[in-house]
């Protein structure tokens, strides 16, 4: 075996993994209280950039785009998590029904249909699935470029409520996270679905430094990288984030 070749392999995954993490947290109004751990701790107006819009809460996002049960029930609370069924019959809404919130927040943002996407957690993922077992297979997938779907995160060939669905393990998790069963919903313990446009957030990824050392404390060299990114959310209109939790 090349060990050279997985120890590089290795390394280049966990800086994609931390990437993906801090920017899923960031978009979603979150950020880690460790490094290469997923968010889980409500951004603050002290987290807010000097040139965040104005309109934007603490957090960076547009309170109008948050959607959570009391979006589904009536005198339900804002901070609580929707509980989510995939058949309805328990629980506030089905994950489709979710999505459908989503993309009509977007809609009334005058957000442009095409470049919509939303990603969802293994958890969501499966709810999905038993809504409509059709969604996620990729028997279904068509086009020449089917056969990618599942190595660059998309997980259905089509559009679903006019979303490109991407699958990340790397979305927040709050407490006990999405797979808590509370019929109720919950606000310590959630997962997140975000849902947005492509021109909503600008990042920028680089690889500055690369050197060798030798180590201290064996007959090995060390290779070590600077891994330099930034993300900014240019259009917080064109996000929309939703807590939820299973309903069993």
């Known amino acids: 075996m090349n060990f050279e070749s997985l120890a590089s392999d290795r390394a280049g995954y966990r800086l994609r993994d931390q990437f993906d993490q801090e920017i899923l947290g960031y978009l979603s109004g979150f950020k880690q209280s460790a490094l290469h751990s997923l968010a889980d701790t409500t951004r603050v107006a002290g987290d807010k950039s000097g ?3 104005i309109t934007v809460a603490d957090n960076g996002l547009l309170a109008s785009m948050l959607v959570a049960r009391n979006s589904f029930v009536s005198g339900g609370v804002a901070t609580d998590s929707i509980a989510t069924h995939p058949d309805g019959s328990t629980g506030e809404a089905t994950p489709l029904q979710v999505l459908n919130r989503m993309a009509r927040l977007l809609d009334q943002q005058n957000v442009d249909r095409d470049g919509r996407w939303v990603v969802v ?128």
């Open 121 to 248: 957690d293994p958890v969501f993922a499966e709810q999905l699935n038993d809504e409509n077992s059709k969604l996620l297979n990729n028997d279904f997938a068509g086009g020449q470029n089917a056969g990618d779907i599942l190595r660059n995160g998309r997980i259905i060939s089509g559009m679903v409520r006019g979303f490109r669905v991407y699958l990340s393990n790397n979305l927040p998790s709050i407490g006990t996270g999405p797979a808590t069963i509370d019929t109720n919903g919950s606000a310590t313990n959630f997962g997140v679905v975000l849902a947005g446009h492509d021109s909503a957030v600008a990042t920028a990824s680089q690889i500055e430094k690369v050197e060798t050392y030798r180590d201290n404390d064996s007959f090995a060299d060390v290779v070590r990288g600077m891994h330099l990114y930034g993300r900014k959310i240019l259009r917080p209109e064109a996000l929309v984030r939703a807590h939820y939790n299973i309903a069993g």
């Open 51 to 53: 040139t965040d819009p």
